[in-house]
């Protein structure tokens, strides 16, 4: 179930904050008002899939677009600031009961502060699904992240973002096989699934590596010693092909591409 947001400052200057952790937070922040257990259980559990080895992936089963600002805003610091206009904002979830929680709570409050800005929710609405095939074409509304475990020179595993095209493409497919399998608690008897950036648009606009397609996204978390760490992840924001199985394109749309999906990362839209 996906919805779209529209949020008007209640004054100008207005800023959003570019750091996906403030929409994340919030997003939480307006479910728990309503249904603090089904905050709690998301963020604390999620869902969980095992995998080929003895470990398991959790997911939340959530994702968001990156909000879009006003034309003619500027980047100040850690946010775009701007001058007239409204924003626009879109989330989805596989949880059908997480989203109506999401629109109650923003209902109820009504204004709402998101960063230092306050906000007038002026308007909610439900986004149709479109109807879905083996082939289709999307846009990315959050840039898409992948990535692979590899052990330092101590031997510890560290998480290491894809930059390989090919290598970047079969992370997103096996990433989307384990959603089904926590979301389903079972393996698709066909689960054919390609995953390809448009070709064209990447040689429009100079290949993978690009800067007009890579996107730095900053996110903020709590280290062990208690301290906060501001994180940069660089993702790619480009149109890309998906073919196969319609369940997984489909859930896909639903949660998002790749991983990170509730930091904001891999949202799926037409055009």
Aim: with cysteine; proline share 4%.
């Amino acid at each position: 179930m996906r919805i779209t947001i529209k949020l008007k400052p209640l004054q100008y200057p207005a800023a959003i904050p570019i750091s996906h952790h403030s929409w994340q937070s919030f997003i939480y922040e307006m479910v728990e008002a309503v249904n603090p257990e089904l905050s709690q259980a998301v963020h604390d559990v999620g869902w969980v899939a095992a995998t080929s080895s003895a470990s398991t992936k959790r997911f939340k089963f959530f994702v968001f677009s990156v909000p879009e600002a006003p034309r003619g805003f500027v980047f100040q610091g850690d946010e775009k600031v701007f001058e007239s206009g409204t924003v626009f904002w879109q989330v989805s979830s596989l949880s059908s009961e997480f989203i109506t929680s999401l629109m109650a709570g923003m209902a109820s409050q009504r204004i709402v502060r998101i960063g230092r800005t306050q906000f007038e929710v002026e308007d909610l609405q439900f986004v149709a699904p479109p109807e879905f095939g083996d082939e289709m074409r999307f846009i990315a509304l959050s840039p898409l992240v992948a990535s692979k475990p590899v052990n330092d020179a101590s031997g510890k595993s560290q998480k290491v973002y894809l930059r390989d095209e090919a290598e970047f493409a079969a992370a997103i497919v096996e990433n989307l096989k384990s959603k089904y399998r926590a979301a389903y608690g079972e393996l698709l008897k066909e689960d054919r699934f390609e995953f390809a950036f448009d070709q064209e648009y990447l040689q429009e606009v100079g290949g993978f590596d690009s800067r007009k397609v890579t996107r730095m996204i900053y996110f903020v978390k709590r280290t062990q010693q208690g301290s906060v760490e501001r994180i940069g992840i660089r993702g790619i924001q480009a149109p890309f092909w998906v073919r196969g199985c319609r369940e997984l394109i489909e859930l896909g749309w639903e949660t998002g591409f790749g991983e990170a999906n509730s930091q904001g990362f891999g949202m799926a839209g037409l055009g």
